[in-house]
């Protein structure tokens, strides 16, 4: 077999099929409103009650709005790509599967990754925020931290170690590798809270709105000492870039795909309900937040609590800490079910050590990556800097976005005649648009960004043509 042949190798969709009904190296447990509540719980954390205020006070202004618009376009586009492949191939490992069973094992891999990356530090990420708003809410009652466990180095003075998030990825991933309706049942009894939580942030901050907040609605460009740009419209696509964290999170549901009792039907369902609803309560916050108080007020670890504290509505900030403290954890709880699935399909495919593919013997779940992967996003969450940890996951999501679009046309093209649960509607506009938003989007990163992408592909590389290229199922099978 020729190198190319080797590169391109790839399963059917008909096989894939077949091996998820086969397969019984999960339980289905989940149904429609558990995996909705799975995107829901992926999508709203800290986008609504960290970034949000962060990203008006340094890069957009109140205009913040239109970068959650632009991103959400991006998100959306691609999200009725995902529900496509969502109800045709009902595989664990979300992008990861569908690139393999359209584009090959090589970029299959690449996209598999690439996820791991981007949702461990995703998890990192949003533990980091989830930490924030605990101290600030055990502040409120007169509880503080030592100065050495509020925060990574850099951020503040003593700090030394998130501790409170370390904690969080720990606790999270022990959840995970026990039943995983278990967790699910948790996980959609937080998101309950969170979405009454962000009700009231819309429904009592509306009272409050000074439409003189929202004046200039796209602040002037501001360059400060070391060139570095916001304001603007190019802060606008800037705060696009990173706000887009916080409008994915509905493809984490579907690497639960071989968890969900009727894939084929709820899987698309739940990609679009999830989207709709979160897209909606995140404008409607963008809108509150930016006109209850000046944008440049909002650049704190508590955005959203510390602006009705401002406002003398010390009950309703206490109530959104609360609620922030409650549901930024179902989260973590998204994304790190998604990492250890994918994880779990690389390994299960041959790409990565089989021993990595065993689920639990008494509870079904794959309990080794799961681990590992709290060990790791504590370290992460521990002792990296939000800021960073936010940059650092765009650019491969969005290129996972990028070939799940393109894939949906090729395989249009290709396999017209697959049956579909869901069909992308305006083949070829919406993937074209979905690509388009996502290179825009991914021009509007740092270039800090590209570079540590790079040496992470630079490395899956290494990995792949010294291990799996010789190791994966297929090449075991002479496919």
């Known amino acids: ?72 376009a991006a998100g959306a586009a691609a999200a009725l790509c995902y529900a496509e492949f969502a109800g045709m191939i009902p595989v664990t490992g979300s992008a990861y599967t569908y690139g393999y069973a359209v584009l090959g094992e090589l970029v299959a891999w690449l996209i598999g990754w690439d996820l791991l990356l981007e949702y461990a530090l995703i998890v990192a990420a949003v533990a980091s925020g989830w930490a924030g708003y605990l101290i600030s809410l055990l502040g409120a009652f007169g509880i503080h931290l030592p100065a050495w466990a509020q925060g990574a180095p850099g951020t503040g003075e003593g700090h030394v170690v998130n501790l409170v998030a370390a904690l969080v990825a720990l606790a999270v991933a022990v959840l ?11 996980n959609t009894t937080i998101v309950a809270i969170k979405v009454i939580g962000v009700a009231l942030v819309i429904g009592v901050g509306v009272f409050y709105i000074d439409p003189a907040n929202w ?35 509905y493809d984490t549901l579907t690497t639960a795909a071989e968890e969900a009792k009727n894939p084929q039907r709820d899987l698309p369902r739940a990609v679009l309900l999830s989207l709709g609803v979160s897209m909606t309560l995140y404008i409607a916050i963008a809108l509150v937040l930016t006109g209850i108080v000046h944008y440049s007020s909002l650049n704190n670890d508590a955005p959203v609590a510390n602006a009705f504290q401002a406002l003398g509505l010390r009950w309703v900030g206490a109530a959104i800490a609360a609620a922030a403290v409650a549901g930024i954890i179902s989260v973590v709880f998204a994304f790190m079910l998604a990492a250890a699935r994918i994880w779990f399909a690389l390994a299960r495919d041959g790409l990565l050590p089989a021993w990595f593919a065993k689920v639990h013997p008494r509870y079904g779940t794959p309990y080794r990556p799961t681990l590992l992967l709290g060990a790791a996003t504590a370290l992460a969450a521990g002792f990296l800097p939000i800021g960073e940890l936010a940059e650092l996951v765009n650019i491969g999501t969005l290129s996972a976005f990028i070939v799940i679009c393109g894939s949906v046309i090729v395989l249009r093209r290709r396999r017209p005649e697959l049956p579909r649960a869901f069909r992308t509607p305006w083949v070829p506009l919406v993937p074209l648009l979905g690509i388009g938003f996502s290179i825009a989007l991914i021009y509007g990163l740092p270039w800090i960004t590209y570079e540590r992408f790079v040496i992470w592909m630079a490395v899956g590389l290494v990995i792949y043509f010294g291990y799996g290229i010789r190791r994966s199922r297929l090449a075991r099978e002479g496919a």
């Open 176 to 186: 995970l590798t026990v039943r995983t309706e278990w967790g699910a049942r948790f």
């Open 1 to 72: 077999m020729g190198l190319f042949a080797q590169l391109t190798r790839h399963k059917t969709v008909e096989q894939l099929q077949s091996e998820a009904g086969a397969r019984g190296d999960f339980r289905r447990v989940l149904g429609l409103w558990q995996l909705t509540a799975i995107g829901i719980g992926g999508i709203i954390g800290v986008g609504v009650f960290v970034l949000a205020g962060q990203q008006a006070a340094v890069n957009a202004g109140p205009a913040v709005v239109l970068s959650f618009l632009i991103a959400g």
């Open 215 to 249: 004046h200039p609605f796209v602040p002037a460009r501001i360059v400060d000492a070391q060139g570095v740009g916001h304001y603007g419209w190019m802060g606008v696509l800037g705060a696009a870039s990173v706000v887009f964290f916080a409008v994915f999170g």
